[in-house]
């Protein structure tokens, strides 16, 4: 193999192709609404996120609350998992508990 | 969500910058694009011939990174195969590893980001090993062989930069790990008394793979003293039943590698793979009392475990839940009766077993060392 030497650098990090999205619109209040609540199955994220829930029914009155569990934390939710949380929710609350 | 349009955010592909007089690996230091350690400087002939040796085509997309999930290109994994000193023929079996993690279940979008201390370790069968010079005997892990440092090291600079596992930034690893520099090895075919891994999983001697795991630094398991089969995987026992690694606490799969000698010493008595992979995997278990600090801190369930164990205190806790799960190999030197156990990440990884050349399982049982099972 020949040798040149090296007039420039290469960049080795590859393109990120993405594809832009908006965050949904905050919801005006929360008063009468469906709370989904997505466990991400951390040792204790479970107790945490029913704590929260019930702190927030007291002061919103959800109509529903809604809980999901992740099969691991280390997993995103199954696609099927989050179709069936954004029909059935307004809002979805989620936290890791260690 | 509302969904815009399709967006590229930088192309780096097409940026390359000029030194301007600077030493080219203060170039590499100064843009964040190295180990921590220098690099071998790309040139066009280098990158040329890595990208020949991947098939030409530069732009072919071999696979996407994450978790920043950039574009692996041929051409960006050339320049960072050149940049780890790997040789032209070293390219499909670097491939070969990068596609195999980056299949979903592997995972490596957690293994990359998460707290602890799990980085991929590739394991090479077949003529390849040869083909490409790896070393599978003594120090197979390191250090001292070009094939499986700068293997391992290019898969490295490959998380890193096209994946963006920087430390601190996207990889939270609490404290890293050398494994994390470069973690690739071979079989000792050779000096293993059973079939190789990949013809246990049904490939034929004559196929190459490469084997990924999520996985620790290599336990070391120091057995002297027994010659017969429980005496030495009783040893390997006590190495797999600490409590605090991940298959204690989160199931999963681990992997073995047995030395030559230890591997003898077993087969000599007519133990096959699959009798050693059942032996340890049915008396490798923990108290879950043991687990859950009997308690101590409160009652603890751990959600990371398999439903279907019993949690009682005294309730036996498999550290994998079948042998399947525990992958074993006979890696290192003639010489010397140390062993390793490697830890895995816990149910959360999957391992992967894909052939260089992407050929098939045979399709059929061969049966040896116990794989007609399969």
Request: net charge positive; with cysteine; glycine share 10%.
């Given at each position: 193999m020949s040798f040149s030497p090296p007039l420039y650098g290469y960049d080795p990090r590859g393109v990120v192709v993405a594809e832009a999205r908006k965050i949904s619109p905050r919801l005006p209040n929360l008063h009468g609404l469906r709370l989904g609540v997505l466990d991400n199955a951390k040792m204790k994220a479970g107790r945490l996120l029913t704590y929260t829930a019930e702190i927030l029914k007291a002061e919103f009155g959800f109509s529903e609350i809604n809980t999901y569990v992740k099969r691991g934390f280390s997993f995103t939710a199954e696609p099927e998992m989050i179709t069936r949380m954004a029909a059935a929710n307004d809002l979805v609350i989620t936290a890791i508990g260690d | 969500m509302q969904a815009s349009q399709k967006a590229t955010i930088n192309n780096p592909e097409e940026d390359m910058s000029a030194f301007n007089g600077l030493d080219p690996q203060e170039w590499y230091?100064?843009?964040?694009?190295?180990?921590?350690?220098?690099?071998?400087?790309?040139?066009?002939?280098?990158?040329?011939?890595?990208?020949?040796?991947?098939?030409?085509?530069?732009?072919?997309?071999?696979?996407?990174?994450?978790?920043?999930?950039?574009?692996?290109?041929?051409?960006?994994?050339?320049?960072?195969?050149?940049?780890?000193?790997?040789?032209?023929?070293?390219?499909?079996?670097?491939?070969?590893?990068?596609?195999?993690?980056?299949?979903?279940?592997?995972?490596?979008?957690?293994?990359?980001?998460?707290?602890?201390?799990?980085?991929?370790?590739?394991?090479?069968?077949?003529?390849?090993?040869?083909?490409?010079?790896?070393?599978?005997?003594?120090?197979?892990?390191?250090?001292?062989?070009?094939?499986?440092?700068?293997?391992?090291?290019?898969?490295?600079?490959?998380?890193?930069?096209?994946?963006?596992?920087?430390?601190?930034?996207?990889?939270?690893?609490?404290?890293?790990?050398?494994?994390?520099?470069?973690?690739?090895?071979a079989e000792n075919e050779e000096d293993s008394p059973w079939a190789p891994y990949h013809v246990e999983k049904g490939y034929r001697i004559e196929d190459s793979t490469v084997f990924v795991i999520g996985a620790e630094s290599n336990h070391n398991i120091n057995s002297p003293l027994p010659n017969d089969p429980e005496g030495i995987l009783d040893d390997v026992i006590s190495s797999m039943t600490t409590v605090v690694h991940n298959n204690a606490r989160a199931s999963g799969h681990c992997t073995v590698a047995l030395s030559p000698e230890h591997a003898q010493n077993i087969a000599r008595e007519g133990w096959t793979r699959h009798d050693v992979r059942c032996y340890l995997q049915m008396y490798a278990t923990n108290k879950f009392g043991e687990i859950v600090h009997n308690h101590k801190y409160g009652k603890a369930y751990n959600r990371h475990l398999p439903k279907y164990y019993r949690r009682d205190l005294d309730s036996d806790i498999p550290i994998v839940p079948s042998p399947d799960n525990i992958h074993l190999f006979v890696i290192g030197g003639t010489a010397g009766r140390f062993s390793s156990f490697i830890p895995g990440w816990g149910h959360y990884n999957s391992p992967v077993l894909r052939a260089v050349d992407g050929v098939a399982p045979n399709g059929g049982p061969i049966c040896i060392d116990g794989t007609c099972y399969l």
């Open positions: - | 230091f100064a843009q964040g694009y190295t180990d921590g350690l220098p690099v071998v400087t790309p040139t066009p002939e280098k990158v040329d011939a890595m990208i020949a040796a991947l098939g030409g085509d530069s732009h072919f997309l071999e696979a996407r990174v994450p978790p920043r999930w950039g574009n692996l290109t041929r051409r960006v994994l050339a320049i960072n195969a050149v940049m780890a000193g790997c040789l032209p023929i070293y390219a499909p079996v670097l491939r070969t590893a990068m596609r195999a993690m980056c299949e979903p279940h592997f995972n490596l979008n957690a293994i990359q980001a998460t707290t602890h201390v799990i980085a991929p370790l590739a394991i090479v069968n077949g003529p390849m090993r040869h083909e490409i010079g790896m070393n599978s005997g003594h120090g197979a892990f390191g250090p001292g062989n070009r094939a499986n440092a700068t293997i391992g090291r290019a898969i490295r600079l490959m998380l890193l930069n096209v994946g963006g596992a920087l430390p601190g930034v996207l990889d939270k690893s609490t404290q890293g790990t050398p494994a994390k520099y470069s973690y690739c090895v």
